[in-house]
């Protein structure tokens, strides 16, 4: 078994014993990315039952997801999932901690500062998951967009575009969804059940990725 997020430089999950963390990382990030994007594109009509799983599952779980990485030294993964863990715990204590004291404005306009800020890191991110495979890079690419739209979104106070952000990130939720429930049937199976893809790279070797086999 390989890891979903492993690079040819990764040492795969096999060689440390751990099984492959990613399809957890990447089910807790489209679950929580979900549920606020639901709520951003206008579909909920509840309160922000995204919060909670900002700590337990896109927030914890993933981290933990990142820490595993870690352990398979797979540098791609672990940079990403703990990023995208910390972000949402991070998320979670500003809107517990801060936003209640803040008028709207200002929510909006910390909140477009920290899209843009994670937009920064996304871009890179990015580049590098074109030598993963092709879902991974789709997971990478609808998140740069929804970051950018979101951002956009909170600089002009515009819920129309808050609307579009909204929909393009449950759109990136999908991918994400799809890229794990491909990591854990080809894993299981050994072989590619669920289309990956191959990296952009034409040198990589297609062994050393998930699902490429």
Not at 2 to 7: A, G, I, K, Q
Not at 51 to 62: D, I, K, R
Request: aromatic share 12%; net charge neutral; glycine share 12%.
């Amino acid at each position: 078994m390989t890891d979903e997020l492993s690079t040819p430089a990764s040492i795969p999950p096999a060689a440390s014993g751990i099984a492959d963390p990613a399809p957890l990382g990447l089910a807790a990030f489209a679950l929580t990315t979900f549920l606020l994007s639901a709520k951003n594109a206008g579909w909920t009509h509840g309160t922000d039952a995204w919060l909670g799983y900002a700590f337990a599952y896109g927030g914890l779980c993933q981290l933990l997801a990142g820490m595993w990485e870690f352990r398979n030294r797979n540098v791609f993964g672990a940079t990403a999932f703990s990023t995208y863990g910390g972000f949402w715990i991070g998320l979670g204590l500003y809107a517990l901690l801060v936003a209640p004291k803040a008028n709207a404005g200002q929510v909006s306009n910390d909140e477009a500062w920290i899209l843009l800020a994670f937009a920064i890191f996304n871009l890179y991110m990015l580049l590098w998951s074109s030598q993963v495979n092709l879902a991974v890079l789709g997971v990478f690419l609808t998140l740069q967009i929804t970051e950018i739209v979101l951002a956009v979104a909170n600089f002009s106070n515009n819920e129309n575009i808050l609307h579009v952000g909204g929909i393009i990130g449950v759109i990136t939720a999908a991918v994400a969804w799809y890229t794990s429930a491909a990591g854990v049937i080809n894993g299981m199976r050994g072989s590619a059940v669920l289309w990956v893809g191959s990296p952009m790279n034409a040198g990589v070797r297609a062994g050393a990725l998930s699902g490429s086999r």
